[in-house]
T-cell receptor, first 113, second 115 residues
Framework: DQQVKQNSPSLSVQEGRISILNCDYT??????FLWYKKYPAEGPTFLIS?????DKNEDGRFTVFLNKSAKHLSLHIVPSQPGDSAVYFC????????????FGTGTSLTVIP | ETGVTQSPTHLIKTRGQQVTLRCSSQ?????VSWYQQALGQGPQFIFQ???????GRGNFPPRFSGLQFPNYSSELNVNALELDDSALYLC??????????????FGPGTRLTVT
């Protein structure tokens, strides 16, 4: 039962353009969402998070948008850089239980110089 | 500040054997979670330890067990290894438990191959 889904396994974007990575979830109790970036042979690195009391959180080139009614979140990277090429995972949790994060299957982003 | 470390980096075991993986949490973090990441999949939650007690478990059989020590480091033990246990095992630490939102910080993982 995949409660967090990333339906695009891969995405290619030209350097300098916007990258948009999407994530859908099914559990309405999820109230905390994170994006992680993963390079080969490394563990996931925390990128940005958003609580369900917000619909947008911005950190430099990275912005996460949350649409609770659609159970959808997205990560925008502007402008995209070749160093952003990695696998991106979204994750969700119910902070009332707090102890389990559900991850999507990841989207492999390639930024073309 | 030292990050999350895991050992060993790689491990090859035979079906039926037992394995122990180790994790040192980030300084100041009292909560450790373990995840299994199969090829092409996202990390799957195995269990979490908080102050040496198991606090939450995913859909994994009892042959997956763990420990957390007073210094908050942790072990993952897997008995009776099966071929499907071949995966990247990730440890993540965090500073708080329930009732608040927090991010988890991951180690580099242990690549386990069962033959």
């Amino acid at each position: 039962d995949q409660q967090v889904k990333q339906n695009s396994p891969s995405l290619s974007v030209q350097e300098g353009r916007i990258s948009i990575l999407n994530c859908d979830y099914t559990n309405s109790m999820f109230d905390y969402f994170l994006w992680y970036k993963k390079y080969p042979a490394e563990g996931p690195t925390f990128l940005i998070s958003i609580s369900s009391i917000k619909d947008k959180n911005e950190d430099g080139r990275f912005t996460v948008f949350l649409n609770k009614s659609a159970k959808h979140l997205s990560l925008h990277i502007v402008p995209s850089q070749p160093g952003d090429s990695a696998v991106y995972f979204c994750a969700a949790s119910d902070s009332n239980t707090g102890n389990q994060f559900y991850f999507g299957t990841g989207t492999s982003l390639t930024v073309i110089p | 500040e030292t990050g999350v470390t895991q050992s060993p980096t790689h491990l090859i075991k035979t079906r039926g054997q037992q394995v122990t993986l180790r994790c040192s949490s980030q300084s100041g973090h009292n909560t450790v979670s373990w995840y299994q990441q199969a090829l092409g999949q996202g990390p799957q939650f195995i269990f979490q330890y908080y102050r040496e007690e198991e606090n939450g478990r995913g859909n994994f059989p009892p042959r997956f067990s763990g420990l957390q020590f007073p210094n908050y480091s942790s072990e993952l033990n897997v008995n009776a290894l099966e071929l499907d246990d071949s995966a990247l095992y990730l440890c993540a630490s965090s500073p708080r438990l329930t009732g608040s939102s927090y991010e988890q910080y991951f180690g580099p993982g242990t690549r386990l191959t069962v033959t």
